[in-house]
């Protein structure tokens, strides 16, 4: 973002206080995403994305008026809670007063990010700056990436891409992009490539897998790989492969001596209690609780 002369990845300008939030550190693998705090101001500052890149600012709670020029011509609005506005560096404003207290969301839209999410043609969606009806899917999406950035990624790449991609994607079918592509509505796995993903993820369910590498076994960009895999195997790529990583918990807590620090461990988790918290919610008890009801059965 440009803001008075200076700049800076998501900071908007003017009285803008950054909340305790950080989606750009390097345990975040989504879209970077900030917390911030409208309060009243009054100046002349140059505000928004820089040239080529785009923003979209989610207002969570409160309300402002914001006085602006834009196009040589003197803007006011007031905007409140649910509002959502695209930002574009394309179009940029001078900011000159801010009445009221809010509460936004701000996430910055990559253009590598669009690509992947809407292909090569998707940047041309945001050239302008805008104003959307309120969306709650699109309010839900960045609420739920918030609280993984707060969780300090701790439910993994995969997680965080699926969150990303589908906010853009929406984002994308706001402003006018038609979801899938055409090619695509008719397009289903083949055998083999069934076969190829579920080898992968055999073998690399352990792992901090990217949907950018499970899309790319079968050759597809991620947004329409997203949707293919949820029509052949009835549950979203994160879904599926934490399955498999809570199937193989239950095996090696029945069949072997490992504690439940040492099965989340093996199993790629980022602390005990995230084990403990997926387990529970998929089975029903802890994982100690699993092991000793299974292992009691047995003998």
Not at 73 to 93: K, P, W
Not at 238 to 246: C, D, Q
């Amino acid at each position: 973002m440009h803001v008075a002369g200076e700049n800076r990845p998501l900071s908007m300008g003017g009285n803008f206080t950054t909340l305790p939030t950080d989606g750009r550190a390097a345990w975040w693998s989504g879209l970077p995403i900030e917390q911030h705090r409208m309060d009243p101001w009054e100046g002349d500052a140059e505000v928004g994305p820089l040239g080529g890149e785009q923003g979209v600012l989610l207002y969570a709670s409160g309300a402002v008026q914001i006085e602006s020029t834009s196009g040589g011509r003197d803007v006011s609005r007031r905007i409140g809670a649910g509002a959502v506005r695209l930002m574009s560096g394309s179009d940029r404003q001078r900011l000159r007063r801010i009445t009221g207290h809010a509460e936004v969301v701000v996430v910055h839209l990559p253009t590598e990010w669009i690509a992947r999410a809407l292909g090569d043609g998707g940047s041309q969606l945001f050239s302008q700056t805008v104003s959307l009806d309120e969306s709650g899917t699109l309010t839900a999406l960045a609420a739920e990436m918030l609280k993984e950035v707060n969780r300090r990624g701790a439910t993994g790449r995969l997680f965080a891409e699926s969150l990303s991609l589908a906010f853009v994607s929406h984002l994308g079918a706001r402003l006018g992009e038609n979801a899938p592509a055409p090619h695509a509505k008719s397009r289903t796995f083949s055998r083999l490539e069934s076969e190829r993903l579920q080898d992968f993820i055999a073998n690399r369910f352990r792992d901090d897998v990217s949907l950018t590498e499970l899309a790319s076994v079968v050759g597809l960009r991620p947004r329409h790989f997203s949707a293919l895999f949820h029509r052949a195997f009835g549950c979203s790529p994160y879904r599926f492969v934490l399955n498999r990583k809570l199937s193989e918990a239950a095996r090696l807590l029945t069949t072997t001596e490992l504690d439940v620090a040492e099965v989340a461990y093996e199993l790629g988790f980022c602390s005990q209690s995230h084990f403990t918290a997926m387990f529970r919610r998929a089975y029903g008890v802890t994982p100690g609780q699993y092991a000793l009801r299974r292992r009691s059965s047995v003998s």
